[in-house]
């Protein structure tokens, strides 16, 4: 079992930047792929951007060249650096692993989800 719990959300205004953690306990010493995703009212739940095990990572197209996703790997903790956000980018970000390649896994494919972390940008 991996336990994860997200940390960081808040408010800021178009244009800033947050950085949003997610602290995992359990086993976690073996493989996994880490991911964040975010859901806005009213409409699905969207990848945001994901880690492998090997350090390779991809993000959705809508968050390329502003988002980077990252892990310490000391502390076991994954973060997600949003600079120049848009109100669009406004959700609850939740980070979530599962075991093996972060290659072609959906969300249903996540074993493990935190509870989430509010993300508001105000235009």
């Known amino acids: 079992q991996v336990y994860l719990v997200e940390s960081g959300g808040g408010s800021v205004q178009a244009g800033g930047s947050l950085r949003v953690s997610c602290a995992a306990s359990?086993?976690?010493?073996?493989?996994?792929?880490m991911a964040w995703f975010r859901q806005a009212p009213g409409k699905e739940r969207e990848g945001v951007a994901a880690?492998?095990?090997?350090?390779?990572?991809t993000y959705a197209d809508s968050v390329k060249g502003r988002f980077t996703i990252s892990t310490d790997n000391a502390k076991m903790i994954l973060y997600l650096q949003m600079n120049m956000l848009k109100p669009e980018d406004t959700a609850m970000y939740y980070c979530?692993?599962?075991?093996?390649?972060?290659?072609?896994?959906?969300?249903?494919?996540?074993?493990?989800w935190g509870l989430g972390t509010q993300v508001t940008v105000s235009s």
């Open positions: 979530a692993a599962v075991r093996g390649y972060c290659w072609g896994r959906r969300s249903y494919d996540f074993s493990y």
């Open positions: 359990g086993d976690t010493t073996r493989k996994l792929c």
């Open positions: 880690i492998d095990f090997d350090g390779a990572t």
